[in-house]
Nanobody, 129 residues
């Protein structure tokens, strides 16, 4: 049973930093490597893609977070990370990690929710201005 558990959320002032973690279990993270991603959903808004990474090291970011967020993974620890710097009030949302159905993160549809078949429960990030 694949499980994804996020942690690291919290409240921070604008300009601050947070590091989110997503611990994966129930499968071999290294040997069954797929595109992994972070998504977020603010109140009253649709869930949107934030960043993805695959085993080749390819990363893709939403324009709104480029230059501020960094996605990474540690296969030995079966953990996905999202380093968030220079946080803004508009980054406030529930953040979810997700496991894609395919190995490589597509250029065109990496942010399409239906491409992901496993999701975590989310961790709340609140940025005050």
């Amino acid at each position: 049973q694949v499980q994804l558990v996020e942690s690291g959320g919290g409240s921070v002032q604008a300009g601050g930093s947070l590091r989110l973690s997503c611990a994966a279990s129930g499968y071999s993270y290294a040997y069954n490597s797929v595109c992994m991603g972070w998504f977020r959903q603010a109140p009253g808004k649709e869930r949107e893609g934030v960043a993805v990474v695959d085993s080749t090291g390819t990363t893709r970011y939403a324009d709104s977070v480029k230059g501020r967020f960094t996605i990474s993974q540690d296969s030995a620890k079966s953990t996905l990370y999202l380093q968030m710097d220079s946080l803004k009030a508009e980054d406030t949302a529930m953040y979810y990690c997700a496991r894609n159905k395919v190995m490589f993160c597509s250029t065109s549809d990496w942010g399409t929710l239906s491409r992901y078949n496993f999701w975590g429960q989310g961790t709340q990030v609140t940025v005050s201005s």
